[in-house]
């Protein structure tokens, strides 16, 4: 890519702070010029690995040559840096979620208007292979009307040791794979209006956060969406589940392993009742197999580098911000909203 290189650092240097410094170090037009972390283990890691660690992050915001910070702390401190990031003249990635609450994401996007620099949220699970083939099979009308899909992760580990099993810190799963499930399914709906949501959580392994929770969410002229997130789920279910008036669907795992089947000749299916228990039925008799056809997944691939490449090329004055501030902020209500149907047990509507 042509164009200035652009400096840039880390703060948090764990789990994801590890993984946006490869990535620095691997996209071209920008360089990694170092990280640091509160805590000091992590930056003698990152010195053993021959990355830089400042002293401080008022060492690291000082530095004029850093021109990019990506923040990949915990949740709940946030705001916090990205401000003082912002105020120190940088363009700020901050992974997900991006805020605790709506008022503390306007804080965040204030700040980035007052001193004139980019903000954006790592949204990067829209570039999952998985979610672009599922996208790509709905938008091209395959199914037909689509009018239900079902989005699911699930493990059986529960909810990771540390700061996410800590409700202070902003943890649990809606905070954690919600974010990414919702802002998938949102991208996908595009402008359609949201209309309502009910939820439910589940808290087996954690009586402070959420180790699990069910969003049934409506849309206008759109379909019913379940986006599911398990942690206690010993026999998963698909990742992927969606029919509509002329097929269905299923996408068993990240790997896209699946298939389509169409419906042709809906009337000409003449077979007989099958014995269902105790009883006979047509209605959930097979059917047959000259009305129907079967299609394997062909999957889209994908590169999650490309969220650092729309970030440089904004930067650089060639590209428009791809995770842009209102996406965010219709992400950030339906996130409240899940939260509070679950507490309330009703229907949420926007």
Same mark, same amino acid.
């Given at each position: 890519?042509?164009?200035?290189?652009?400096?840039?650092?880390?703060?948090?240097?764990?789990?994801?702070?590890?993984? !946006?410094?490869?990535?620095?170090?691997?996209?071209?037009?920008?360089?990694?010029?170092?990280?640091?972390?509160?805590?000091?283990?992590?930056?003698?890691?990152?010195?053993?690995?021959?990355?830089?660690?400042?002293?401080?992050?008022?060492?690291?915001?000082?530095?004029?040559?850093?021109?990019?910070?990506?923040?990949?702390?915990?949740?709940?401190?946030?705001?916090?840096?990205?401000?003082?990031?912002?105020?120190?003249?940088?363009?700020?990635?901050?992974?997900?979620?991006?805020?605790?609450?709506?008022?503390?994401?306007?804080?965040?996007?204030?700040?980035?208007?007052? &001193?004139?620099?980019?903000?954006?949220? !790592?949204?990067?699970?829209?570039?999952?292979?998985?979610?672009?083939?599922?996208?790509?099979?709905?938008?091209?009308?395959?199914?037909?009307?689509? &009018?239900?899909?079902?989005?699911?992760?699930?493990?059986?580990?529960?909810?990771?040791?540390?700061?996410?099993? #800590?409700?202070?810190?902003?943890?649990?799963?809606?905070?954690?794979?919600?974010?990414?499930?919702?802002?998938?399914?949102?991208?996908?709906?595009?402008?359609?209006?949201?209309?309502?949501?009910?939820?439910?959580?589940?808290?087996?392994?954690?009586?402070?956060?959420?180790?699990?929770?069910?969003?049934?969410?409506?849309?206008?002229?759109?379909? #019913?969406?379940?986006?599911?997130?398990?942690?206690?789920? &010993?026999?998963?279910?698909?990742?992927?589940?969606?029919?509509?008036?002329?097929?269905?669907?299923?996408?068993?795992?990240?790997?896209?392993?699946?298939?389509?089947?169409?419906?042709?000749?809906?009337?000409?299916?003449?077979?007989?009742?099958?014995?269902?228990?105790?009883?006979?039925?047509?209605?959930?008799?097979?059917?047959?197999?000259?009305?129907?056809?079967?299609?394997?997944?062909?999957?889209?691939?994908?590169?999650?580098?490309? &969220?650092?490449?729309?970030?440089?090329?904004?930067?650089?004055?060639?590209?428009?911000?791809?995770?842009?501030?209102?996406?965010?902020?219709?992400?950030?209500?339906?996130?409240?909203?899940?939260?509070?149907?679950?507490?309330?047990?009703?229907?949420?509507?926007?």
């Amino acid at each position: 890519m042509s164009g200035k290189v652009i400096g840039g650092a880390v703060i948090g240097y764990g789990g994801m702070g590890g993984f !946006h410094s490869e990535k620095m170090q691997s996209v071209d037009g920008v360089e990694l010029l170092g990280v640091y972390d509160i805590d000091p283990e992590r930056n003698e890691l990152a010195e053993s690995r021959g990355i830089h660690a400042y002293p401080s992050r008022e060492a690291l915001l000082a530095d004029p040559k850093i021109g990019l910070v990506t923040v990949a702390t915990p949740n709940d401190v946030h705001r916090e840096i990205v401000i003082a990031a912002l105020a120190a003249g940088k363009n700020v990635i901050c992974e997900k979620p991006v805020a605790m609450d709506s008022a503390e994401l306007e804080e965040m996007i204030a700040a980035a208007n007052r &001193y004139g620099r980019l903000f954006t949220v !790592h949204q990067n699970r829209r570039w999952d292979e998985d979610y672009l083939t599922m996208r790509k099979i709905v938008e091209a009308g395959e199914l037909g009307n689509a &009018y239900r899909i079902e989005s699911r992760v699930h493990g059986s580990r529960g909810i990771p040791a540390g700061w996410r099993e #800590e409700k202070a810190h902003g943890g649990g799963m809606v905070l954690d794979w919600g974010v990414h499930l919702l802002d998938q399914m949102l991208t996908m709906m595009g402008d359609r209006k949201l209309l309502s949501v009910y939820a439910t959580m589940t808290n087996i392994t954690n009586d402070e956060c959420d180790d699990g929770f069910t969003a049934q969410v409506k849309f206008e002229n759109g379909p #019913e969406w379940i986006v599911e997130v398990g942690t206690c789920n &010993y026999i998963e279910m698909p990742r992927w589940y969606a029919f509509g008036n002329s097929g269905s669907l299923i996408i068993r795992n990240w790997d896209c392993d699946g298939e389509i089947v169409k419906i042709y000749n809906r009337g000409e299916d003449d077979v007989p009742p099958v014995l269902a228990g105790a009883g006979l039925t047509r209605t959930m008799a097979p059917r047959n197999e000259q009305t129907v056809e079967k299609f394997p997944i062909e999957k889209v691939k994908s590169d999650w580098a490309e &969220y650092y490449r729309n970030v440089i090329a904004t930067l650089n004055g060639k590209a428009e911000i791809v995770v842009t501030h209102d996406q965010l902020r219709r992400s950030m209500k339906l996130i409240e909203a899940v939260f509070e149907s679950a507490r309330k047990n009703e229907v949420v509507k926007f």
